[in-house]
C-alpha cells in the first residue's frame, strides 16, 4: 500500500466508487445475459416441442 | 486501397456477429481484465505524487479514461444510429442501445472522481465547473436516451426514435458544451493528456494512463458486445414470444 | 385502369406479418368491401393503403395523394362546430364546398353545434361527411357503419354509391351488408403464415 | 396550412387550459420564489432574470404535450398525415400555433412580473428581446420531444426528461443576455448565440419531429 499522504481518504473514495459503480455494470450485464440466455432456450424449446 | 464492404456489413449480420462474438468475446474479456487492472496497479502503486495535488493525482487514472469514455461512447451510439438509419442493421442499433448504460456509468464515474478530486482542490465537493457542468448536462442525455428506449413496446419504432433523439441530442450536446463555456470560465484544468504528451505531462503519469485508458477502451469493447449479444436474444424472444401470442389468438 | 391495386402485399403490425401475398385491383366505379373476422388485420391492411404505414413486402400501387382515410377516431374537435370542423378539413384539402356534404348528411341543422354536443351517430355522419370535403377518388374506410342507426346507414350507402358512380372508388372493411354492387374480399385466407422463414425479421437474430 | 394554425390557436383559446394556463403558471411560480427564498429585494434583484427564463421554460412545457397527443388521441394527426399538407409543415404550425398561445403572452406578461422581483430596469429591454427570440426555440425544440413521445403512455413525463436537457443553452443564452444588459456589459455574442439556436430549431427540428411522427405512426 502506498503512502497516500493527506488525502489518502479521497482517492480510495473516488476508487471506491469506481469499483463499485464498474461492478455493478459488469454484474447487471452478466444477470441480464443469463436471464435472456435462460428465457431464450425456455422459449425456443416451447417452440420445437410444442 | 480497396475495402471489400459487402464483407464488412456481414460481421454485423446477428447470426454472423453472434457467432464470431462467442469466440471472440472470452479473448477480450481476459485481455481487458488483464489491462485494466494492470494500468491502475501501475497507476495507483507504482507512481510518485505529484508535487502540488498530492496522491490526488491518482484519481486521473479513472477520471482521464473515463471521462474520453464517456464523451466517445456517446460517439459511438451516433455512429451506430447513423448506421441503423441509412443501412437498418438491427445489430447497429441494438450494440447503440447496449452502450448507453456502460456510457452513463463512464459519466457517473467522471463525474463523482471529478468532484472527489475537487475538494481538496477547490475546496468543495461540487462547482459550475463548465467540464463538470458539461459532464452533468451528458447524464441527462444518457438517462433521456435510455429512458425513451425503455418506454417503447415495438423494438424497430424504438430503434428508430432513439436514432433521431442521438442525432438531435448530439447537436444540442454540442451546443450545451459551448454555451457552457460561454456561461462560466472554469477552474478546470486544461486537457490534462493530449497527444502532445511532452508538452503536458511528465513520462511517469503518462504511461500508467495510457495503459489505464487502454484498459478502458477494452472493457467498454467487452461489455458492449456482451449487451449487445443479450440484446440480440431479448429481440429472438421477443419476436418468439409474438408469434405465440399471433398463434393463440 | 385500376384507382388503386397491390401486388404480392405483405402488410404488418408491430414488425410481425398479418397478412400477406395479396393481390388486387380497385377501378373506378368498384366498392371493395373487406370481410374478416377481428384481428385479422383488416385495420392494417387499410392504414398500410392510405400510406400510414409502409408495405412490409409487395407494393401499393395508386396516385399520390389519392386516398382518403377514414377509422374509428373521426378526427373531431370537441369545441369547434359542426361546420368549423367540417371547413377545416376542406381548407385542408384544397378548399372543396361544405354544402353538399352538409347536406347529405343531414347535418345541416347541427352546423353551429359544438362538436362535442353530438351523439356517436351524428359524430360518426360527420366523420363521413369529411370525405365528401377531400375530393379524392379513393375513400379507404376502416368500419364506416360503427354507431350509426338504420337511416344514417342508408345516407352512408348513397354517398358511397354517389361516388363510385362519379367515377370514384372505395375499399370498405366492414361486417354488415351495405346494399350495393360489390365485391367482397376475404382476408382470412391471406393470414400470414407462422411457420416460414423470413429474411428480414426475427429471423435474421441468431 | 394557415387554417391549421388558425385551428390550433382557435383551439388553445377556446379549450380552456392551453392559453391561460401557462400564464397562470407562470405566475404562481414566480409569486412562489420569494416565497422561498425570503422578501429581501437584492436578492431578488439578482436572481429575477433566472427566475423568469426557468419560469418561462416551465410554463412552455406544461403545454407541450398537447400539440400532438390530442390530435393522436382523437385520430386527426392520421388524417392529416394523409392530407395534402406535407408533415413537416404540420408540424411547424403547430410549433408555432403553441409559440403564439404559450410563447408570446409570456414575453407579454414577464415585464410585469419583472416587476415583482425587483428587476432591474436595464434589464428589461434584454427580457423581452431573449424572451422574443428564445421562446420560439422553446416552442419548436418542444414540439420535437411531442413528437418522439406521440402515442406513449404516460409521455407527458418522459417527455420533460427528453426536452429539459435541449433547453439549456436557449436558457443559457437567453439569462446571459439579461444578467450582461442589467450589468450594462455587451450582449451582442449570446444574443447572436441564441437567435442561432431559435433559427436552426425552426428550420431543422421540424424534420426530425415529422420523422418520428410517420414512425409512431405506423
Partial sequence: MPDLGKYAGDVLLAYGATFLLLAGLIAGSLIRSAKVK????????????G | MAINWNAFWEWANPRKFMRWT?????????????????????????????????????????????????INIWAMMLVASLIWIVRRHHVSALA????????????????????????????????????????????????????????????????????VLCLVGSVFAILSRYAVLFWNQGLHQGASLSLDAAENVDDVYWYPALVAIAGFILLFVSLVLLRTRTEIRARRLHALEMRERVKDA | MSLISVKDLTVSRGGMPVLEGLSFAVSAGEVLVLRGPNGSGKTTLLRTLAGLQPPYAGEVMAEPESVAYAAHADGLKATLSVAENLGFWAGVYGGHDIEPALL??????????????LSAGQKRRLGLARLMVTGRPIWVLDEPTVSLDAASVALFASAVKAHVAA??????????????EETVFDVTPFKARMDVVRDDFDEAFL | MIRLLWRDITLAFRSGGGFGLGLGFFLILVTLVPFGVGPDGEMLSAIAPGILWVGALLACLLSLDRIFALDF????LDLLATAPIPLEGVVAMKALAHWITTGLPLVLAAPALGFLLHLDSA????????????????????????????????????MSLLVLPLYIPTLIFGAEVVRRGAGGFLVATPLAMQAGITLGAIALLPFAAAAAIRVALR
Fill in chain 1, 38 to 49: 435462460r428465457l431464450l432456450k425456455a422459449a425456443e424449446e416451447r417452440k420445437n416441442h
Fill in chain 3, 167 to 180: 367515377g370514384g372508388a372505395a375499399v370498405i372493411a366492414t361486417h354488415i351488408d351495405l346494399g350495393f
Fill in chain 4, 73 to 76: 388521441e382523437d385520430g386527426s
Fill in chain 3, 104 to 117: 347529405h348528411f343531414n347535418l345541416d341543422a347541427l352546423r353551429e353545434r359544438p362538436a362535442g354536443n
Fill in chain 2, 96 to 163: 447503440a442501445k447496449s452502450a448507453a448504460a456502460i456510457g452513463m456509468t463512464m459519466t457517473l464515474i467522471a463525474l463523482i472522481t471529478g468532484a472527489v478530486w475537487g475538494k481538496p482542490m477547490w475546496g468543495t465537493y461540487w462547482e459550475w465547473d463548465p467540464r463538470l457542468t458539461s459532464f452533468l448536462i451528458l447524464l441527462l442525455f444518457y438517462i433521456g436516451y435510455m429512458a425513451l428506449w425503455e418506454a417503447i413496446d415495438n423494438p424497430d419504432t424504438a430503434a428508430d426514435l432513439t436514432s
Fill in chain 4, 123 to 158: 434589464a428589461y429591454r434584454w427580457l423581452i428581446v431573449t424572451l422574443l427570440i428564445g421562446t420560439p426555440a422553446l416552442s419548436f425544440i418542444g414540439s420535437f420531444g411531442a413528437a418522439l413521445t406521440v402515442g406513449l403512455k404516460r409521455g407527458g413525463l418522459l
Fill in chain 2, 22 to 70: 462467442d469466440r471472440a468475446l472470452p479473448l477480450i474479456s481476459v485481455l481487458a481484465a488483464v489491462i485494466f487492472v494492470s494500468g491502475l496497479v501501475w497507476g495507483f502503486f507504482f507512481t510518485p505524487d505529484d508535487y502540488r495535488q498530492g496522491s490526488t493525482v491518482k484519481i486521473f487514472y479513472i477520471h482521464v479514461p473515463s471521462a474520453m469514455m464517456a
